[in-house]
T-cell receptor, first 112, second 113 residues
Protein backbone atom coordinates (compact mmCIF):
# COMPACT_ATOMS: atom_id res chain seq x y z
CA UNK A 1 0.00 0.00 0.00
CA UNK A 2 2.85 2.41 -0.71
CA UNK A 3 0.97 4.86 -2.97
CA UNK A 4 3.39 7.70 -3.75
CA UNK A 5 6.90 7.49 -2.32
CA UNK A 6 9.36 10.36 -2.34
CA UNK A 7 13.10 10.02 -1.85
CA UNK A 8 14.85 11.57 0.05
CA UNK A 9 12.72 12.98 2.87
CA UNK A 10 15.27 15.63 3.88
CA UNK A 11 18.31 17.13 2.22
CA UNK A 12 20.65 20.06 2.78
CA UNK A 13 22.57 21.38 -0.20
CA UNK A 14 25.07 24.12 -0.77
CA UNK A 15 24.43 26.77 -3.38
CA UNK A 16 25.46 25.52 -6.81
CA UNK A 17 25.17 21.82 -6.02
CA UNK A 18 22.90 19.57 -8.04
CA UNK A 19 20.53 16.85 -6.95
CA UNK A 20 17.63 14.71 -8.10
CA UNK A 21 14.42 14.05 -6.22
CA UNK A 22 12.74 10.75 -6.96
CA UNK A 23 9.02 10.08 -6.98
CA UNK A 24 7.61 6.59 -7.42
CA UNK A 25 3.95 5.55 -7.59
CA UNK A 26 2.53 2.06 -7.61
CA UNK A 27 -1.03 2.87 -8.70
CA UNK A 28 -0.39 2.75 -12.46
CA UNK A 29 -1.41 6.40 -12.74
CA UNK A 30 -0.90 8.25 -15.99
CA UNK A 31 -0.50 11.75 -14.59
CA UNK A 32 2.30 12.84 -12.27
CA UNK A 33 3.11 16.24 -10.80
CA UNK A 34 5.82 18.07 -8.88
CA UNK A 35 4.83 20.93 -6.57
CA UNK A 36 6.65 23.17 -4.16
CA UNK A 37 5.16 24.60 -1.01
CA UNK A 38 6.61 27.65 0.68
CA UNK A 39 5.57 28.88 4.14
CA UNK A 40 2.06 30.34 4.19
CA UNK A 41 1.46 29.49 0.58
CA UNK A 42 -0.36 26.87 -1.35
CA UNK A 43 1.09 24.30 -3.68
CA UNK A 44 2.65 25.66 -6.85
CA UNK A 45 3.08 23.38 -9.83
CA UNK A 46 6.64 23.06 -11.10
CA UNK A 47 6.35 20.44 -13.87
CA UNK A 48 3.93 17.69 -14.69
CA UNK A 49 3.56 14.68 -16.96
CA UNK A 50 0.47 13.25 -18.64
CA UNK A 51 2.11 9.95 -19.50
CA UNK A 52 5.36 8.04 -19.83
CA UNK A 53 7.89 9.96 -21.89
CA UNK A 54 6.01 13.28 -21.66
CA UNK A 55 6.70 16.35 -19.52
CA UNK A 56 5.34 19.89 -19.45
CA UNK A 57 6.01 23.11 -17.58
CA UNK A 58 3.86 24.24 -14.73
CA UNK A 59 3.58 27.55 -12.97
CA UNK A 60 7.16 27.83 -11.61
CA UNK A 61 9.46 25.70 -13.82
CA UNK A 62 12.63 27.83 -13.87
CA UNK A 63 15.68 26.16 -12.34
CA UNK A 64 14.17 22.67 -12.49
CA UNK A 65 14.15 19.82 -14.98
CA UNK A 66 12.13 16.61 -14.99
CA UNK A 67 12.08 13.22 -16.65
CA UNK A 68 9.46 10.47 -16.92
CA UNK A 69 11.30 7.56 -18.50
CA UNK A 70 9.13 4.99 -16.74
CA UNK A 71 5.43 5.33 -16.03
CA UNK A 72 5.87 4.79 -12.31
CA UNK A 73 8.73 7.26 -11.78
CA UNK A 74 8.95 11.03 -12.06
CA UNK A 75 12.30 12.67 -11.36
CA UNK A 76 12.84 16.32 -10.45
CA UNK A 77 16.33 17.74 -10.95
CA UNK A 78 17.99 20.85 -9.67
CA UNK A 79 21.05 21.54 -11.82
CA UNK A 80 22.51 24.40 -9.76
CA UNK A 81 20.69 24.86 -6.47
CA UNK A 82 19.89 28.37 -5.24
CA UNK A 83 18.68 29.49 -1.78
CA UNK A 84 15.35 30.51 -3.38
CA UNK A 85 14.71 26.82 -4.02
CA UNK A 86 14.58 26.07 -0.32
CA UNK A 87 11.12 24.59 0.04
CA UNK A 88 9.08 21.48 0.66
CA UNK A 89 8.58 19.51 -2.54
CA UNK A 90 5.56 17.29 -3.08
CA UNK A 91 5.01 14.74 -5.78
CA UNK A 92 1.51 13.64 -6.74
CA UNK A 93 -0.17 11.31 -9.19
CA UNK A 94 -3.65 10.86 -10.60
CA UNK A 95 -5.34 8.37 -12.86
CA UNK A 96 -6.39 11.06 -15.31
CA UNK A 97 -7.52 14.65 -15.30
CA UNK A 98 -10.42 15.69 -13.07
CA UNK A 99 -9.52 13.05 -10.51
CA UNK A 100 -8.13 13.54 -7.01
CA UNK A 101 -4.37 13.55 -6.76
CA UNK A 102 -2.46 11.25 -4.44
CA UNK A 103 0.46 12.93 -2.73
CA UNK A 104 3.72 11.75 -1.26
CA UNK A 105 4.82 12.97 2.14
CA UNK A 106 7.21 15.54 0.75
CA UNK A 107 10.93 16.27 0.56
CA UNK A 108 12.19 19.08 2.76
CA UNK A 109 15.07 20.73 0.91
CA UNK A 110 17.31 23.43 2.38
CA UNK A 111 19.87 25.24 0.29
CA UNK A 112 22.55 27.17 2.11
CA UNK B 1 -2.96 37.09 -10.17
CA UNK B 2 -4.12 34.39 -7.79
CA UNK B 3 -6.99 32.47 -9.36
CA UNK B 4 -7.98 30.54 -6.23
CA UNK B 5 -8.14 32.40 -2.92
CA UNK B 6 -8.73 31.28 0.62
CA UNK B 7 -9.06 34.58 2.43
CA UNK B 8 -9.02 33.19 5.97
CA UNK B 9 -5.56 31.92 6.93
CA UNK B 10 -6.95 30.38 10.11
CA UNK B 11 -10.18 29.31 11.78
CA UNK B 12 -10.82 28.15 15.32
CA UNK B 13 -14.01 26.34 16.36
CA UNK B 14 -15.27 24.39 19.36
CA UNK B 15 -15.61 20.63 19.16
CA UNK B 16 -19.10 19.64 18.05
CA UNK B 17 -19.80 22.93 16.27
CA UNK B 18 -19.80 23.58 12.54
CA UNK B 19 -16.63 24.57 10.68
CA UNK B 20 -17.06 26.54 7.47
CA UNK B 21 -14.07 27.04 5.21
CA UNK B 22 -14.37 29.32 2.22
CA UNK B 23 -12.74 29.53 -1.19
CA UNK B 24 -13.17 32.03 -4.02
CA UNK B 25 -12.03 31.69 -7.61
CA UNK B 26 -11.77 34.01 -10.57
CA UNK B 27 -11.43 31.72 -13.58
CA UNK B 28 -14.87 30.90 -15.00
CA UNK B 29 -13.34 27.98 -16.91
CA UNK B 30 -12.83 25.99 -13.69
CA UNK B 31 -15.23 23.06 -13.74
CA UNK B 32 -14.03 20.74 -10.98
CA UNK B 33 -13.17 21.61 -7.42
CA UNK B 34 -11.53 19.63 -4.65
CA UNK B 35 -10.71 19.99 -1.00
CA UNK B 36 -7.57 18.48 0.47
CA UNK B 37 -6.57 18.13 4.08
CA UNK B 38 -2.97 18.30 5.26
CA UNK B 39 -1.41 17.33 8.56
CA UNK B 40 2.11 18.52 9.49
CA UNK B 41 4.95 16.55 7.89
CA UNK B 42 2.51 14.69 5.63
CA UNK B 43 1.31 15.18 2.09
CA UNK B 44 -2.19 16.51 1.36
CA UNK B 45 -4.95 13.94 1.24
CA UNK B 46 -8.11 14.21 -0.80
CA UNK B 47 -11.25 15.00 1.16
CA UNK B 48 -14.16 15.77 -1.15
CA UNK B 49 -14.83 17.15 -4.63
CA UNK B 50 -17.60 18.73 -6.66
CA UNK B 51 -18.26 19.14 -10.34
CA UNK B 52 -19.53 22.44 -11.69
CA UNK B 53 -22.76 20.75 -12.77
CA UNK B 54 -23.67 20.30 -9.10
CA UNK B 55 -24.16 22.77 -6.30
CA UNK B 56 -23.70 20.40 -3.37
CA UNK B 57 -21.84 17.21 -2.55
CA UNK B 58 -21.96 15.42 0.77
CA UNK B 59 -19.76 12.74 2.31
CA UNK B 60 -20.45 11.95 5.92
CA UNK B 61 -19.58 14.97 8.06
CA UNK B 62 -18.24 16.88 5.07
CA UNK B 63 -20.33 18.89 2.61
CA UNK B 64 -19.06 21.10 -0.18
CA UNK B 65 -21.28 23.83 -1.63
CA UNK B 66 -20.63 25.51 -4.96
CA UNK B 67 -22.09 28.88 -5.99
CA UNK B 68 -21.03 29.35 -9.61
CA UNK B 69 -22.55 32.80 -10.03
CA UNK B 70 -20.51 34.05 -7.06
CA UNK B 71 -17.48 31.92 -7.97
CA UNK B 72 -17.44 30.67 -4.41
CA UNK B 73 -17.26 27.31 -2.72
CA UNK B 74 -17.35 26.33 0.90
CA UNK B 75 -16.58 23.26 2.95
CA UNK B 76 -18.81 22.50 5.93
CA UNK B 77 -17.69 20.09 8.63
CA UNK B 78 -20.40 19.02 11.05
CA UNK B 79 -19.79 18.17 13.81
CA UNK B 80 -16.18 19.29 14.05
CA UNK B 81 -13.76 17.00 15.87
CA UNK B 82 -10.27 17.67 17.28
CA UNK B 83 -8.86 15.27 14.67
CA UNK B 84 -10.10 17.64 11.98
CA UNK B 85 -7.42 20.15 13.02
CA UNK B 86 -5.28 20.51 9.90
CA UNK B 87 -4.61 22.78 6.94
CA UNK B 88 -7.33 22.67 4.29
CA UNK B 89 -6.60 23.52 0.68
CA UNK B 90 -9.12 24.08 -2.05
CA UNK B 91 -8.10 23.34 -5.61
CA UNK B 92 -9.66 23.92 -9.01
CA UNK B 93 -9.26 22.40 -12.47
CA UNK B 94 -10.50 23.22 -15.92
CA UNK B 95 -10.85 21.13 -19.05
CA UNK B 96 -8.48 23.48 -20.84
CA UNK B 97 -5.70 22.95 -18.31
CA UNK B 98 -4.57 19.35 -18.91
CA UNK B 99 -5.23 18.13 -15.39
CA UNK B 100 -3.32 20.90 -13.66
CA UNK B 101 -4.79 21.91 -10.31
CA UNK B 102 -4.62 25.46 -9.04
CA UNK B 103 -4.44 25.59 -5.25
CA UNK B 104 -5.41 28.19 -2.70
CA UNK B 105 -3.01 29.13 0.09
CA UNK B 106 -4.83 27.05 2.67
CA UNK B 107 -6.79 27.62 5.88
CA UNK B 108 -5.53 26.24 9.18
CA UNK B 109 -8.45 24.80 11.15
CA UNK B 110 -8.12 24.30 14.88
CA UNK B 111 -10.89 22.40 16.65
CA UNK B 112 -10.76 22.91 20.41
CA UNK B 113 -11.94 20.14 22.74
Amino acid sequence: NAGVTQTPKFRVLKTGQSMTLLCAQDMNHEYMYWYRQDPGMGLRLIHYSVGEGTTAKGEVPDGYNVSRLKKQNFLLGLESAAPSQTSVYFCASSDRTHQPQHFGDGTRLSIL
Amino acid sequence: DQQVKQNSPSLSVQEGRISILNCDYTNSMFDYFLWYKKYPAEGPTFLISISSIKDKNEDGRFTVFLNKSAKHLSLHIVPSQPGDSAVYFCAALSNTNAGKSTFGDGTTLTVKP
